[in-house]
């Protein structure tokens, strides 16, 4: 029981730590990726991680795609809100459970220059980022999306059956 | 060649993240207070859930992802017959848990709940009582 109230009191204090400073709502975000990233922490330590088993698991907690804030705000206020940390609590437990069988970690995932965590979804307000054209803004309808991951999917199909006998292709 | 490819060196694990793993490893909770706070906060949290366990619209998320499916070693879900496994048994608890919203919140650069965190924990908490149980038993 010790281990659960300890365990407890490190969430808290790793959700706080990172809420006193770290302002995900400015982004859009959700703070329930804190949910995700403590209880990740916590769970994987009562499973028996080692250090590199938790740093893989808190690494894949970042790496999640994390959750828009938009259903706290209207228009869209909902009872999501009310589950979110659920759902958050019950991905830390998977990823825990991913990383306690030997999955490799993403070391670089806050960092990485471009493609990290910060440049990604955490260096601009969601007030202040540069809109693409209007367009390009929303996912383009689903038939048209469909049609191209075919054609894509097909192509490629051939090409690997064809390259097999031809020199590979030369990166550009 | 590195003019085609980025380079892909792996660098150490960033240091936020190491913060959190060596906090989480090394640090040995000694304050009284924060334990019967826990405490409290453990069985506040339970409240929460049983008391939400009267609205429909929360009970209607609970259960196994397909309909009777049994897990032996599975967690339990308080105030419910569910024993369901860890993915969804963390879920279902942080559902219910949170849905009435009663719990205190932090305020800070970002507001939060920390204590759904609690619902993750359940299924040690009845492994690891369980093990205290049978040690008992054999002492």
Known sequence: ?172 | MSANVDLNQRPDYDPELQAIADYVLDYRVESREALETARNCLMDTLGCGLLALRFPECTKHLGPLVEGTVVPNGARVPGTRLTLDPVKAAWDIGCIIRWLDYNDTWLAAEWGTPRTIWAAFWRWRIRSLRHAWREERHR
């Open chain 1, 1 to 172: 029981m010790r281990d659960v109230l300890e365990a407890m009191i490190m969430a808290h204090e790793i959700q706080g730590v990172l809420a006193l400073e770290n302002s995900f709502n400015r982004v859009g975000l959700d703070h329930v990726v804190l949910v995700k990233v403590a209880s990740t922490a916590v769970v994987a330590k009562l499973m028996g991680a080692d250090r590199e088993q938790l740093l893989s698991a808190l690494s894949h907690a970042f790496v999640d795609g994390q959750s828009l804030r938009t259903y706290r705000h209207a228009p869209n206020a909902g009872s999501r809100k009310s589950w979110a940390a659920g759902d958050a609590t019950s991905r830390a437990v998977r990823l825990a459970d991913i990383a306690m069988r030997g999955e490799m970690g993403i070391p670089g995932v806050l960092s990485a220059p471009q493609w990290g965590f910060y440049d990604v979804l955490f260096s601009k307000t969601n007030k202040d980022q540069a809109l693409k054209p209007k367009r390009n803004g929303a996912s383009r309808s689903a038939r048209r999306t469909a049609a191209t991951s075919w054609r894509t999917c097909c192509s490629r199909s051939a090409f690997l059956r064809s390259s097999t006998l031809r020199p590979p292709p030369r990166l550009r």
